[in-house]
Structure formats: structure tokens, C-alpha cells
T-cell receptor, first 113, second 113 residues
Framework: ELKVEQNPLFLSMQEGKNYTIYCNYSTTSDRLYWYRQDPGKSLESLFVLLSNGAVKQEGRLMASLDTKARLSTLHITAAVHDLSATYFCAVDLLISGTYKYIFGTGTRLKVLA | NAGVMQNPRHLVRRRGQEARLRCSPMKGHSHVYWYRQLPEEGLKFMVYLQKENIIDESGMPKERFSAEFPKEGPSILRIQQVVRGDSAAYFC???????????FGDGTRLSIL
């Protein structure tokens, strides 16, 4: 069964702290996406990781991809309240001749002032 | 350059009624994908369409749900005889080619009374 699992599911952290969200997937894929979703809103694209060893950074967020381990990480540095949201990873899989996104379960992040 | 446009943003229906959700892809995109997000969950793939063709409907419930993407006009996700369990956010995404990143709309939040 195809699975994309994130942990933790819930994360409450103090401002200024660092933390990492993990995304494991169960089958081969060369592309992984990270999205942010605020309550009642759509998905905001954060990162597109296209190859093994890819690392991308934007502000306080940094994402990496290890295709051999089937693992991506989203690292948060010196968290601020504005980062509070739900973060999803998604794996782009070729299944039966078509590409489709398989989303992770999401990590709900709350940054406390 | 307008993004993926979905309407309505919010839709309320009573049990047994029909719901029609519309999605206009980004200009130049002919590949459309529908996803469903239940409360507190990630997005689940429903169907992938290319102009006038359903390419992959493996995520669609077998009854009451249908989708189309006519030659002219938006893609339509249709739910007949809605039930309470259909309450969810429905997101549409589009891409210029099937192996390129998908761009998401703001979603339609369907509530069933």
C-alpha cells in the first residue's frame, strides 16, 4: 500500500526554538513537495524537491530530500508565531501511467509566543 | 496571470440534493485534478482529467460522484444525492503537463445539512 507518513502529527513549540518535521514515503519517487495550509485556506507551495540530496531554504524553513531513504525533512529554525499552520508533504508518483500526488497526513504546528 | 479558479467557495446543500463544483484551470493548463480533504486530514486524490477525457478516476467513489472537463468551459465535479459524509473541502489543481507541478485553487467547502 502506498503511504506517506508525517511525524509528528501535532507540534507545539516555543518561539525561537528549532524543530524538524519528517516525511516518510513507502515507494520510489523522485519528486516531493512541501505545502503550507492555514485554517480554511488553500495550499501554499513551499518547496519542490526534484532529486536525491536536494536542499532548499526559504527564510526560517529548510527542506531536504533523501530518495534512497525515502525521507524528506522540513527544518524550522528559530520559530516565530507566523509559522503556525499545517504543513503537508506530497509525493508525486507515476501509477498506472498517470502522475498523482499522494499527500501526507499533515503536521499541525503551533508556535507559542 | 490568474491562478486556478474554483467556485463557489462555500456551498451548502441538504441531504439528497445535488452539488456542482467548478474549476477553471490556469491559462495554458489542460490537465485538471480533483482532491478531497476531510476535516483534520490530508488531501486525497479523486480524479484526473484532460480536455474531454477522464484519465484516472481511481479515487472517485463509485456511486453519486462524476467529473467532466468539456472542450469549452470549466471542469465540473458533480455529487448527486449528497449525504453528510460528503462534507469536505474539494480542491482542484491544474498543470501544463502531467509530470509538472500542480497548482491548487482555493477550494470549495461543501457543507451538508
Amino acid at each position: 500500500e502506498l503511504k506517506v507518513e508525517q511525524n509528528p502529527l501535532f507540534l507545539s513549540m516555543q518561539e525561537g526554538k528549532n524543530y524538524t518535521i519528517y516525511c516518510n514515503y513507502s515507494t520510489t519517487s523522485d519528486r516531493l513537495y512541501w505545502y503550507r495550509q492555514d485554517p480554511g485556506k488553500s495550499l501554499e507551495s513551499l518547496f519542490v524537491l526534484l532529486s536525491n540530496g536536494a536542499v532548499k531554504q526559504e527564510g526560517r524553513l529548510m527542506a531536504s530530500l533523501d530518495t534512497k531513504a525515502r525521507l524528506s525533512t522540513l527544518h524550522i529554525t528559530a520559530a516565530v508565531h507566523d509559522l503556525s499552520a499545517t504543513y503537508f508533504c506530497a509525493v508525486d508518483l507515476l501509477i498506472s501511467g498517470t502522475y498523482k500526488y499522494i499527500f501526507g497526513t499533515g503536521t499541525r504546528l503551533k508556535v507559542l509566543a | 496571470n490568474a491562478g486556478v479558479m474554483q467556485n463557489p467557495r462555500h456551498l451548502v446543500r441538504r441531504r439528497g440534493q445535488e452539488a456542482r463544483l467548478r474549476c477553471s484551470p490556469m491559462k495554458g493548463h489542460s490537465h485538471v485534478y480533483w482532491y478531497r480533504q476531510l476535516p483534520e486530514e490530508g488531501l486525497k486524490f479523486m480524479v484526473y482529467l484532460q480536455k474531454e477525457n477522464i484519465i484516472d478516476e481511481s479515487g472517485m467513489p463509485k456511486e453519486r460522484f462524476s467529473a467532466e472537463f468539456p472542450k469549452e468551459g470549466p471542469s465540473i465535479l458533480r455529487i448527486q444525492q449528497v449525504v453528510r459524509g460528503d462534507s469536505a473541502a474539494y480542491f482542484c489543481a491544474s498543470s501544463p503537463q502531467p509530470n509538472q507541478p500542480q497548482h491548487f485553487g482555493d477550494g470549495t467547502r461543501l457543507s451538508i445539512l
